[in-house]
């Protein structure tokens, strides 16, 4: 997506600014506490430990040769994905 003012200043009231805030509004993914990284198949997927709606963690995938990147499993329930800090 593009980032209109990418010199903008942070927003006063929150934690985000410049180009974050920005790219959130737009849609963009806020991936929290990234800390998992396995790559496999011409894909690199991240986890995201406290991320997704119910900050129960996410599992996102990078395609750098489309150059896609997609939400591939979200925690709703923490008895299925609870915060998950490595992917192998």
């Known amino acids: 997506m593009d980032i209109e003012e990418p ?5 006063t009231g929150t ?4 180009v974050v805030s920005q790219g959130i509004v737009q849609g963009a993914a806020s ?5 998992g990284v396995w790559y ?3 894909i690199i997927y991240v986890c995201s430990i406290s ?4 900050g129960r963690g996410q599992i996102v995938a ?10 591939v499993y979200q925690s709703t329930d923490r ?3 609870d915060n998950p800090d490595n992917i192998a």
Do not use: M
């Open 51 to 54: 991320g997704g709606v119910t």
């Open 7 to 11: 010199n903008k200043p942070f927003i």
């Open 79 to 81: 008895n299925v994905l």
């Open 31 to 35: 991936l929290r506490r990234c800390e």
């Open 40 to 42: 496999g198949n011409g």
């Open 62 to 71: 990078y395609d750098s040769v489309n150059e896609t990147f997609s939400l």
């Open 15 to 18: 934690i985000y600014g410049r």
